[in-house]
């Protein structure tokens, strides 16, 4: 009965669903700036009688409180959007140049806030309750951690969180067990030798051939020190150095990240890159730093979770749409909710089964196909419910 409610008003709320997507999607906001965007989830919790509370400058935490007690579980999306300049040629395009909404926040944010909805309509049936969380700054994973510094996890039992994608296609849930994305690393080099004259390298100390056998030694060391059943990956992303071909550069300034899905191998990597700059510098006579940052650990799914998430999508979506994915390489701070309680976190199939090409999350033509928000919104209502219904 209650699935049929959940169907029955995402259906009737999904123009509301698809213009306040297209709103936010008109007006992306970069991380810890979603002033606009968590302004007008706020307007709606009013309009609806959903009480919240402000965390931090951007970030939002609504609680529905059920009819008979129980347990409560976090309902969690995110707001901000990237420095990309759209080129989807999208009617409800991106209005302010340099910013774009090319991850699909504006969907999260929608979808959750429509499932808010729902659930406060049906509040009285639920035992327990649901607190949405609206988080700023996924993007520089800066939000989740703020969030949880404000309290949001105070009187949380487990957590749910999903992410649109057009890589899988509409109508579907991917989910992993286990891991679900990688931790991820930052860091940056600086590399000092002495700068001279192309001609005679004796008299200077080249900045740029030790960084060239820094580079090629991470990745001759990841194959030669982690286990080859457990993935390591380091990337060199950005690297400065030199003015001119004939002066050897003094200098050079690199950038890069690891991830991983092992939190041992993830150690193990900050220690060698590391030891291969100091050691490497010292034998090429270079002086160097290192600034080395964990932004992520892993987002692991529980299994227990994970089994309430698939029950919830064959009931909401239709039986046998969840299907079982590789984990994702890339990142989430959403490991900020899933180290510290039970949680899962699943990929939202968008992909349009017309569209000839699908653009990955980041891409200035980044785009989902619109009908995947009800779905996202029937999946967290559905997630919560499921959650909170009394077991006898
Ligand atoms: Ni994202």
Redesign the pocket.
């Known amino acids: 009965m209650v699935t049929e409610q959940i169907k029955t008003r995402i259906a009737e709320l999904e123009s509301f669903l698809v213009e306040f997507r297209r709103d936010l999607h008109r007006h992306p906001e970069f991380s810890m700036q979603e002033v606009r965007t968590s302004g007008r989830v706020a307007e709606v919790l009013e309009q609806y009688g959903i009480p919240y509370r402000r965390i931090g400058a951007t970030g939002i935490a609504a609680d529905i409180t059920g009819g008979r007690p129980g347990p409560r579980i976090l309902l969690r999306a995110?707001m901000d959007a990237l420095s990309v300049t759209e080129e989807t040629g999208l009617p409800y395009a991106s209005e302010t140049p340099g910013a774009m909404h090319a991850?699909?926040?504006d969907c999260h944010t929608a979808m959750l806030l429509c499932a808010g909805i729902v659930l406060q309509e049906m509040r009285e049936e639920l035992s327990g309750s649901v607190r949405l969380m609206f988080q700023p700054a996924?993007?520089i994973a800066r939000g989740a951690a703020a969030m949880v510094e404000g309290g949001a996890l105070e009187g949380v039992d487990v957590c749910f969180g999903m992410?649109i994608t057009p890589n899988y296609p509409l109508g579907t849930v991917g989910y992993s067990r286990g891991p679900a994305a990688s931790a991820a690393s930052f860091f940056a080099i600086d590399v000092n030798g002495k700068s001279g004259h192309g001609s005679a390298p004796q008299n200077a100390v080249d900045a740029i051939a030790a960084s060239a056998v820094m580079i090629t030694s991470f990745q001759t060391l990841l194959s030669r020190e982690i286990d080859p059943l457990k993935n390591a990956v380091v990337t060199v992303g950005k690297i400065e150095g030199g003015d001119r071909f004939n002066i050897i550069p003094g200098h050079v300034h690199m950038e890069g990240t690891a991830r991983t899905y092992y939190p041992e191998v993830f150690r193990h990597i900050e220690e060698m890159v590391k030891r291969v700059v100091t050691g490497v510098a010292k034998t090429y006579r270079c002086t160097a730093e290192v600034d080395y940052q964990n932004l992520t650990e892993v987002v692991e799914n529980e299994d227990a979770m994970i089994d309430l998430v698939v029950c919830a999508s064959d009931r909401v979506l239709g039986e046998g749409v969840a299907f079982r994915t590789p984990p994702f390489t890339g990142s989430?701070d959403f490991c900020e909710f899933s180290t510290r309680r039970p949680s899962a976190f699943v990929w939202l199939g968008a992909g349009d089964p017309e569209a000839a090409e699908h653009y990955d999350?980041h891409h200035s033509k980044f785009c989902i196909d619109e009908r995947a928000l009800k779905n996202g919104a029937a999946l967290y209502a559905a997630v919560a419910a499921e959650y909170l219904t009394e077991r006898s």
């Open positions: 995110d991850c699909g926040h996924e993007e992410h989430e999350h």
